[in-house]
């Protein structure tokens, strides 16, 4: 029998009865997030068809989103299986922890990508399933290697975190206007700060498996500090734009920039003093940020003019 890396004797997926199963291949998935990024891109559908989106279609492409997310995910487990197995943090994750072979992972993941992109080619245009295939490709093959290769990493992860903005617009539009552009553009800056306040916050995590998501030159986090600033002064003037390019109203407009203005607060106080208190307060901020956002794209999105 093989051993778990929590230790000795504890049992792998040959003894787990079939609830334990579904239950392994469910977290692969990482619902919460697969969930939210669907979530997100339909939000931009909604936005795009100026808040009177058809319901068979934004909930296609909830669907294919969700489907393809989770498959992605799924696959990115796949590929940092002994990497995962090593961090303190995802070692009790479906593959290392021995629940699923690695084979399983592998199979379950490409399924429900190929099911995500081809509901969305096949009910919502061929636009929107090319983007997702897109955002598959940088996730697993940008994204993840590059984590351990260079601090770029974070940037380039943030690309497929943004694209669902843009899976939504043209889900609705069939094509990529300023509006999706703009949409994109806050979804990227989003995620700098959320992810350089995890990034520290693990850093001796990252640190073990090599992950230069944290510069290994900055151990005190100065680095990170300012560019959590920097980003947050970025995503104040960006969030805003949606009205400017008359897509949302000023409830919109007054709620972006107060949240923005939050998340840049919240990043100055870390940035002045590197602690564990006020990095994980610019993480929780992050986390309460976007679906705040989203909320607010719901309620002020303008009709078009009768």
Excluded: C
């Amino acid at each position: 029998m093989n051993e778990s890396p929590d230790g000795p004797g504890v049992a792998t997926s040959r003894r787990e009865p079939p609830k334990g199963l579904f239950a392994a291949y469910y977290e692969l998935t990482k619902p919460g997030i697969a969930g939210f990024v669907a979530i997100t891109a339909a939000v931009s559908y909604f936005v795009a068809a100026r808040g009177r989106p058809d319901l068979f279609p934004v909930l296609s492409t909830l669907l294919g989103t969700g489907l393809a997310t989770g498959g992605a995910l799924a696959l990115n487990q796949y590929v940092e299986r002994e990497v995962d197995g090593r961090m303190k943090r995802t070692r009790s994750r479906p593959i290392p922890s021995g629940r699923l072979a690695p084979s399983q992972a592998l199979t379950f993941g490409l399924l429900l990508l190929l099911l995500g992109i081809a509901a969305l080619g096949l009910i919502v245009g061929p636009l929107p399933a090319a983007i997702t295939a897109v955002s598959a490709g940088a996730y697993i093959g940008v994204y993840t290697p590059l984590k351990t290769r260079s601090y770029l990493a974070t940037l380039a992860g943030a690309v497929p975190g943004a694209l669902p903005g843009l899976i939504g617009w043209s889900a609705a539009t069939g094509g990529l206007e300023l509006g999706g552009w703009v949409l994109f553009g806050i979804f990227f800056l989003w995620q700098l700060p959320h992810v350089l306040a995890l990034a520290w916050l693990l850093r001796e995590d990252y640190q073990r498996v090599g992950f230069f998501l944290a510069p290994p030159t900055d151990p005190e986090g100065r680095r990170i500090g300012k560019h959590m600033v920097y980003h947050s002064v970025s995503l104040i003037l960006l969030s805003v734009a949606p009205t400017v390019v008359g897509l949302t109203g000023p409830v919109y407009m007054s709620g972006a920039a107060i949240l923005s203005l939050g998340m840049l607060g919240l990043s100055a106080l870390a940035a002045h003093e590197m602690s564990i208190k006020r990095v994980r307060q610019v993480f929780i901020g992050s986390i309460l940020y976007q679906p705040l956002l989203l909320l607010l794209f719901l309620l002020d999105t303008i009709p078009p003019a009768p």
